[in-house]
Each structure stands twice: as structure tokens, then as C-alpha cells.
């Protein structure tokens, strides 16, 4: 937490690069995405952008989408995944705090940099 850590980037052109990749890491959106597959809730791509679309030119209807059928089908469950990452207390509480120290660092690094490629598969 106390420094950043140096990673290899290979510039492909002015505005995008592939970043060296971060072992024994796991992508936030992979994790989310298996968490609502046990749960049975997973939406697909697919799915998503139907219900979307049939709702795209009517903003009310567009709120319905959202509220009735898509937030609960994406409850918060990452919390889980710590749970049962992290068994032990001191582990758990550790890795947490190492995390949200970690995406409070790099969202503001971030920000000063102008990353704007923010998603749940380039989070790790």
C-alpha cells in the first residue's frame, strides 16, 4: 500500500497498450459473474441488451427495467467471495483492507492519468 509497483506496458499506439499481466489475481467481473451463476441470477450479454432495448425509447419503462429486473438479479455478493477467499479473520480483514486501499490508490491514479478503461475485467 505504501508505494506503487512498477509494470511492464507495451504501447500499441497514442491511446491504448496491453499491461504486463499480475499473477495470482483474479478479474472482478469473473468473480461476480461465477458468484451469480451459483446463484442462479447470472444475466447475459444477450439478455441484457434485450431487456434494454425493448425498453430504450421509453425512459419509465427504461426505470422499471432497471429497478425490477436487473438490480435484483445483481445483488452485492462480492463480499462472499471474500468470505470463503479468506476464512481466517485476520486474512479476511487484511485482504480487505489491502483491496479497498488498493482501488482507492488507483482510482485516484487513475484519475490523475486519465484511464478511462475502467471495467469489471481490468479490475483485479
Known sequence: FNSLV???VV???EECGLLEWVPHTHGFRNILHKLYQEKGIYVSGREL???????Q???????????????????????????RTFPDPTA??????SYA???AVMS????????????GENIL
Open 57 to 83: 425509447s421509453d425512459p419509465v419503462r427504461l426505470k422499471d427495467v432497471f429497478l425490477n429486473r436487473l438490480l435484483p438479479r445483481h445483488p452485492p455478493v462480492f463480499g462472499e467471495w471474500f468470505l
Open 101 to 103: 486501499h488498493t482501488m
Open 11 to 13: 504501447p500499441l499506439n
Open 108 to 119: 485516484m491514479v487513475g484519475y490523475i492519468l486519465g484511464l478511462g478503461d475502467r471495467h
Open 92 to 97: 479476511w480483514y487484511s485482504s480487505r483492507l
Open 6 to 8: 512498477n509494470k511492464a
Open 49 to 55: 441488451k434485450d431487456m434494454v432495448r425493448a425498453a
